[in-house]
């Protein structure tokens, strides 16, 4: 695996204008079924914010080109869930996969249009639940709504380690810092909201069932 992403590392350094398409390429193919589970996406964004971090690919287009590879692989997955209906439910790959499936079908279940936004930062269901949301009819507004916000927050959230890990060594320009410092801290607090409105929602039942003195 470490050889792997040291090819890819060495690609980008040698072809950058290439670089935004093949991080779309992975930032796609992790949101997708099947494929996101062979992709080592985390350890490539991470990889790609360094190189952005240190001045060899520039960030506005890696942000850019990230983020529509992963709206892209979300909505494929969606349309492919959408198209086939629950007989996908009995069919290869999601036969195989009958834990991630149902653990993907209760999450949707419960918070519907917050499962999307919040489900591309859990592993486990990070490909499954586009599909799941396609086969349970979620509207495509919707669906496309939450899928871009999700994929505004989770691009710079992989990259800002790697680009911060190099800016602490002194290997970048005070613009880019400034930049990315702002679009990392933004993130964060996306995601502490979204975490926040989720646990809200998921106490509230609990708390209308509970029995009054």
Request: charged share 15%; proline share 6%; hydrophobic share 55%.
């Amino acid at each position: 695996m470490d050889e792997y992403i040291a090819a890819i590392e060495a690609f980008l350094k040698a072809n950058q204008f290439w670089a935004g398409p093949v991080l779309a390429l992975i930032t796609m193919g992790e949101s997708m079924l099947v494929i996101g589970l062979l992709i080592p996406a985390t350890a490539l964004l991470l990889m790609t914010g360094g190189l952005v971090g240190a001045g060899t690919l520039p960030m506005t287009p890696i942000l850019l080109w990230g983020i529509l590879g992963a709206v892209i692989g979300d909505a494929l997955s969606y349309w492919i869930g959408r198209w086939i209906g629950p007989p996908m439910m009995r069919r290869w790959p999601l036969r195989q996969q009958r834990k991630a499936v149902a653990r993907a079908r209760l999450f949707f279940y419960r918070y519907g249009f917050l499962s999307i936004l919040v489900g591309r930062f859990l592993g486990p269901i990070r490909s499954t639940i586009p599909t799941i949301a396609g086969i349970m009819k979620m509207g495509h507004v919707r669906f496309q709504i939450a899928n871009i916000l999700s994929a505004i927050v989770w691009v710079p959230m992989l990259l800002a380690p790697g680009y911060l890990a190099v800016r602490s060594a002194g290997a970048i320009g005070s613009h880019q810092q400034a930049g990315l410092i702002a679009g990392s801290a933004l993130s964060v607090v996306a995601a502490i909201a979204i975490a926040y409105v989720v646990l809200r929602k998921r106490r509230a039942p609990a708390a209308r069932k509970r029995p009054r003195a």
